[in-house]
């Protein structure tokens, strides 16, 4: 009598750039997706020459072959969530587009990168475009810190009207992101069914992380992947133990090179006793 095949966990495809850093892009996403209990299918948009500093240069993959690598995915595996990353260029976009309109039930959660730590452009006004226009409304969650929020919906004078905005172009949900606001505590405001659903107050950490986005994007994907409950109640739980695995994370942050801190997407390993 042979063994059964033990279950696959789920399966969360990332979208997004390489990192040579292995600080941010689908380096972090995989550590988070895997560290969450999930098997990570990563899908490269673009190449980057980066280290802990700053992004120096950005290499988008054609759009033909990252629409290739997905569906190989896609055609072969039950892909439970879709997490995007940098996507770097408008015609990515573009395929993205068509990409997500083929697999409507599947949900996406879209951390919109648009400028590295280190503050290089990373989205052209053509790619802001087309992420308003045809990305936004296949949205499930979007995570926006509070500078891109801004950036996605100019025309607001609040980031709670940001968050309206962004919500009214079709996003599901928004995860609205409060580090970059000079507050005690970070915080954090979930938006949905044209609301505030909830707010998240976190202890400011020290020092400057590489990759924390990515890290919170991909935790939410995860733990989506695990339920796809999508009705606010139960995304409210899945969202706030996101955060709370990207808290922690950045606690136990380490320096790796010169620049930012290196979140610890395995924190919870180093606490085992291994005798």
């Given amino acids: 009598m042979t063994d059964p095949v033990p279950l696959s966990p789920p399966v ?4 997004a750039g390489n990192d040579p850093s292995g600080g941010a892009g689908l380096a972090a996403d995989i550590a988070t997706i895997i560290s969450l209990g999930c098997h990570p299918a990563p899908v ?6 980066q280290d802990t500093h700053n992004i120096h240069a950005l290499l988008p993959v054609e759009p033909a072959q990252v629409l290739a690598q997905a569906r190989a995915v896609l055609d072969d595996m039950p892909v439970a969530a879709i997490k995007i990353g940098l996507i770097g260029s408008a015609e990515n976009a573009g395929a993205l587009h068509a990409l997500l309109a083929a697999y409507p039930d599947i949900p996406v959660v879209l951390d919109p990168i648009l400028a590295a730590g280190g503050g290089t452009e990373l989205a052209s006004p053509t790619l802001l475009d087309t992420l308003r226009t045809l990305l936004l409304p296949l949205v499930t969650v979007l995570t926006p810190n509070s500078v891109e929020a801004r950036r996605l919906a100019p025309e607001a004078d609040t980031l709670e009207a940001c968050a309206m905005a ?38 400011r950490l020290p020092g400057h992380h590489h990759g924390s986005g990515c890290t919170l994007a991909a ?57």
Avoid: I, K
């Fill in 12 to 15: 969360v495809m990332t979208l």
């Fill in 44 to 49: 490269v948009t673009a190449l980057t020459v």
């Fill in 166 to 203: 962004l919500l009214e172009r079709g996003c599901r949900y928004v995860l609205l992101t409060g580090g970059h606001e000079p507050t005690g505590d970070v915080v954090n405001h979930f938006y949905g069914n044209s609301r505030l659903l909830e707010r998240y107050h976190w202890p």
């Fill in 219 to 275: 935790a939410v994907a995860a733990l989506l992947a695990q339920g796809r409950e999508l009705e606010w109640e139960a995304l409210s739980s899945v969202v706030r133990r996101a955060q709370d695995y990207t808290w922690h994370a950045l606690q136990t942050s380490y320096q790796a090179g010169g620049g930012q801190l290196l979140p610890n997407r395995l924190f919870w390993a180093n606490h085992r006793d291994r005798t």
